[in-house]
């Protein structure tokens, strides 16, 4: 089976600009939760999605929105970029809601000039 | 507020066993998560104590005290391929996972 697949791997955009991140899990798993992580620092948790509804939400910004599909990928959005949004963007699956175990993608580094 | 402290770096000996700690100071506490990062990869899942005790899952075990807001991993046989970063993350409730800044580990022969 696919692990967590994410998309793009990297991008670059300048301050102002939108981006959306894109974040398949694993088949079968049905939350998806995202998390920045800045270097040199442990991931810092954005939101958790299950079952297409939000169920969690860390101390981010209202720029930082998200959604869950029908098929339980997710959409990170991140509206009028700031340079220190420049960050690796990981995407998290599981099977249930909760934190228990969960598998990480490879991430979506994003450099914002 | 909340905090988790790890220490920042460790350093062991190849064959040998070491301990990374963590303490942490919480609003909410559900369970401690341990993951594993090598460098430009991205977190791996270690293991998981929602109770005081020792987990055990081959080379690495975790332990867990809830009263004195203590846990360690503990890594066994150490091999090269265990030189990374280590971060303990507590379920915090609410449906929040809050990571610790990591410890690197470094592994030589």
């Known amino acids: 089976d696919a692990g967590v697949t994410q998309s793009p791997t990297h991008l670059i955009k300048t301050r102002g600009q939108h981006v959306t991140l894109r974040c398949s899990p694993i088949s079968g798993h049905k939350s998806v939760s995202w998390y920045q992580q800045v270097l040199g620092q442990g991931p810092q948790f954005i939101f958790q999605y299950y079952e297409k509804e939000e169920r969690g939400r860390g101390n981010f910004p209202d720029r930082f929105s998200a959604r869950q599909f029908p098929n339980y990928s997710s959409e990170l959005n991140v509206n009028a970029l700031l340079l220190g949004d420049s960050a690796l963007y990981l995407c998290a699956s599981s099977l249930n809601s909760g934190f228990k175990t969960q598998y990480f993608g490879p991430g979506t580094r994003l450099l914002v000039l | 507020g909340q905090s988790l402290e790890q220490p920042s770096e460790v350093t062991a000996v190849e064959g040998a066993i070491v301990q990374i700690n963590c303490t942490y100071q919480t609003s909410g506490f559900y369970g401690l998560s341990w993951y594993q990062q090598h460098d430009g990869g991205a977190p791996t899942f270690l293991s998981y104590n929602a109770l005081d005790g020792l987990e055990e899952t081959g080379r690495f075990s975790s332990f867990l005290s809830r009263s004195d807001s203590y846990g360690y991993l503990l890594l066994q046989e150490l091999q090269m391929k265990d030189s990374a970063s280590y971060f303990c993350?507590?379920?915090?409730?609410?449906?929040?996972?809050?990571f610790g800044t990591g410890t690197r580990l470094t592994v030589i022969p």
């Open positions: 993350a507590v379920n915090t409730g609410a449906n929040n996972l809050f």
